[in-house]
């Protein structure tokens, strides 16, 4: 069973930055690779960040893209997410979220930490 830890997050005025963990355990990291949802309040869970199984290539939603970088560190078993240049409407719960490449969709997921932008 994978077990994801998340860490990070807090409140930080608009332009600050924040640095988000995962860590992941119960399988090989190399077996895994670590994503980014949040869920702004009252809103449905969107994406904001992947990253492929080599680590070559990440993707960002458009609205986070020049402004957040997502990067893993193998030997710690654990993902990160950097969010440079905050706004309020980057305000959420985010989670980390992880599969196999048998896995359809995600079956495991962090337990979510709030990320709060005052204007």
């Known amino acids: 069973q994978v077990q994801l830890v998340q860490s990070g997050g807090g409140l930080v005025q608009t332009g600050g930055s924040l640095r988000l963990s995962c860590v992941a355990s119960?399988?090989?990291?190399?077996?895994?690779?670590i994503d980014w949802f949040r869920q702004p309040t009252g809103k449905e869970r969107e994406f904001v960040a992947a990253?492929?199984?080599?680590?070559?290539?990440?993707y960002y939603a458009d609205s986070v893209k020049g402004r957040f970088t997502i990067s893993s560190d193998n030997a710690k078993n654990t993902g990160y997410l950097q969010m440079n240049d905050l706004k309020p409407d980057d305000t959420a719960i985010y989670y980390c979220?992880?599969?196999?490449?048998?896995?359809?969709?995600?079956?495991?997921w962090g337990q979510g930490t709030q990320v709060t932008v005052s204007s």
């Open positions: 979220a992880t599969k196999t490449p048998s896995d359809v969709g995600y079956p495991y």
């Open positions: 990253i492929t199984w080599t680590g070559s290539r990440p």
């Open positions: 119960g399988r090989p990291f190399s077996d895994l690779r």
